[in-house]
């Protein structure tokens, strides 16, 4: 990215992203491809524009069972040299940008907070805890349906 920051304001380049997985939270993660075009936009400035294939994958809300969602990531990053204390705009380093770390927040702000596998999924059984969506009560279980 160094040569981008060394060329004249309005220069553009782009990069292929394939397969960048991170961590999302202890038992989530994100896989994502797409395309991510860097621009200079003025002598110490870029921006990091992409639309990005994302597939989050994670533990069930209600069951625990492996979820997954694909969801499309818009990224509009800025990066300055030296960003005056603007969470906003990330820094960049030894004419290296962050953009694991824009990505991460937008998967996470793309993740819903009740992760489901299913829209129906029926979750366990808060008294014998079977998975409901593929096994019956326990025997004596006083949720079984009489
Ligand atoms: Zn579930
Ligand atoms: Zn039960």
Redesign the pocket.
């Known amino acids: 990215m160094g040569e981008i920051l060394a060329g004249e304001p309005g220069k553009s380049r782009e990069y292929h992203l394939d397969s960048i997985r991170l961590s999302l939270t202890e038992n989530s993660q994100v896989q994502i491809r797409g395309l991510i075009a860097i621009t200079k936009t003025a002598k110490d400035t870029l921006i990091a524009q992409g639309e990005f294939e994302a597939e989050i994958t994670g533990e069930c809300s209600r069951c625990l069972d492996q979820a997954k969602l694909s969801t499309v990531l818009r990224l509009a990053q800025e990066y300055a040299l030296s960003p005056q204390a603007d969470e906003e705009i990330l820094p960049i380093e030894n004419g290296q940008i962050n953009l694991a770390e824009a990505l991460y927040y937008e998967a996470l702000m793309n993740t819903p907070t009740v992760f489901l596998c299913r829209s129906d999924c029926l979750g366990l ?1 808060p ?2 805890g ?1 998975n409901l969506n593929r096994e019956e ?2 025997e004596g ?1 006083g ?2 349906v009489k």
Do not use: D, G
Request: charged residues 20%; neutral net charge.
């Open positions: 059984c008294e014998c079977v009560h326990k279980c949720n079984q």
